[in-house]
């Protein structure tokens, strides 16, 4: 089998090759971080010697693919101040991703701050016109080589079922977006992986929908909440009620590879992904599956 590439969500405190420092220390060789804080609409300055000098340094040190996660303040699903500014804030992003040699920003979609509406099984709603539109003018803002990754949600925000996911990117239709998986909200969502064939299933359902080379990366993360609980609560590998059959499957099917795994797990000291983790996650490969 290919080396799985597994590695975590980091701060950048210390600056961000010091991200790049730490994931090696911790045993990984992939990386998550903010290109700024995640809490306030400041988009991040990077001059063009540090954006060079991380670039080198994560060849230097074998650490790749690196990836942004974009703002937890992102909404865009709104057509007013906030989608404006969220706008605003992705496209800083995805302009300073091929400046740093970074693979993708992580982006939770947002809200529309309402229930929404079922229309032929997918949950849609009437802002979703706003939706499609905020993203194709952040791609018609940006880099070609630079890629938006939608990531599923947990809770009842937009991409909590697959099917919607699919439509998203059927509706783009542009290669630069693409799905990021977490296995602590496929849980909360009600997403079965843990069985042979609830596992052959899901794999035949995302290719359908989705397709698995639109497939970025995985979040691997345990759960703090019960199977199908709409709750996206974290928990340490092997810590939580996320079957270990499911990363078992996940982490030694040849056909996920080459899909890079990142933990956003809370650590065991609490202070955020950890070697233990890792360490963990890499004890899972090349193991039968426990079914």
Not at 145 to 153: K, M, R
Request: aromatic fraction near 8%.
């Amino acid at each position: 089998m290919t080396e799985l590439k597994i590695g975590a969500h980091l701060s950048v405190s210390g600056g961000y090759e010091s991200a790049l420092e730490r994931i090696v220390a911790m045993g990984g060789n992939a990386l998550q971080i903010f290109s700024t804080s995640p809490r306030i609409w400041k988009p991040a300055t990077v001059s063009d010697v540090s954006a060079t000098a991380f670039r080198k340094r994560a060849v230097e040190l074998g650490v790749g693919p690196v990836f942004f996660h974009a703002s937890y303040l992102i909404n865009l699903a709104d057509s007013e101040r906030i989608g404006a500014v969220s706008k605003t804030a992705l496209i800083a992003e995805l302009r300073l991703q091929p400046r740093m040699g970074v693979s993708g920003s992580v982006v939770h979609l947002g809200s529309y701050k309402d229930k929404g509406y079922a229309t032929d099984g997918l949950f849609m709603h009437e802002k979703y016109p706003i939706l499609l539109g905020n993203i194709r003018e952040i791609l018609a803002e940006t880099p070609e080589e630079s890629i938006l990754i939608i990531e599923n949600v947990a809770t009842r925000k937009i991409g909590r079922t697959l099917e919607e996911l699919g439509q998203i990117l059927s509706d783009i239709n542009s290669p630069r977006v693409r799905v990021c998986l977490d296995t602590c909200h496929l849980h909360a969502a009600g997403y079965d992986l843990s069985t042979a064939e609830s596992f052959q299933a899901f794999m035949a359902t995302v290719d359908s929908l989705i397709g698995w080379n639109s497939v970025a990366l995985f979040h691997l993360n345990d759960s703090r909440d019960p199977f199908g609980s709409f709750r996206d609560r974290h928990e340490n590998l092997g810590e939580g009620l996320v079957p270990k059959s499911v990363f078992l499957n996940l982490l030694n099917h040849p056909r996920l590879q080459t899909i890079p795994a990142i933990l956003e797990t809370p650590g065991f000291d609490g202070n955020g992904p950890d070697a233990r983790n890792i360490t963990i996650a890499r004890s899972f490969i090349n193991h039968n599956p426990s079914l």
